[in-house]
């Protein structure tokens, strides 16, 4: 059975940096998964952020392009995303998702190809 558990988030000043942890069970991230960094604000619909397929390559939303950025440690079977330069907007609940498929920004546009999700780890950046 899957499970994706997030971690690491918290409250960090405007221009600060901060990383979040999604643990990964019932699979490994090397092992044909596609996963998934979204986040959503009360009221506003999920947003995308970035992904990164079994071999590592990443995508990234424009909005985030250059500023966050995503990794694995396969021996912890643990996927992160590392957010610099953060913005009062970037304040929201962060989800780590995970489903077989294709793995590109057209995936990230849509929460619904994602069959595994997280319960989230909220972010609040202060001005």
């Known amino acids: 059975q899957v499970h994706l558990v997030e971690s690491g988030g918290g409250s960090v000043q405007a221009g600060g940096s901060l990383r979040i942890s999604c643990s990964v069970s019932?699979?490994?991230?090397?092992?044909?998964?596609?996963m998934g960094w979204f986040r959503q604000v009360p009221g506003q619909k999920r947003e995308g952020l970035a992904a990164m397929d079994d071999g590592g390559t990443t995508t990234y939303v424009d909005s985030v392009k250059g500023r966050f950025h995503v990794s694995k440690d396969s021996a912890k079977n643990t996927l992160y995303l590392r957010m610099d330069s953060l913005k009062p907007e970037d304040t929201a609940m962060y989800y780590c998702a995970a489903h077989i498929g294709f793995c590109s920004r057209p995936e990230l546009l849509t929460d619904l190809v994602w069959k595994y999700w997280g319960q989230g780890t909220q972010v609040t950046v202060s001005s």
């Open positions: 019932g699979y490994t991230v090397d092992s044909g998964y596609c």
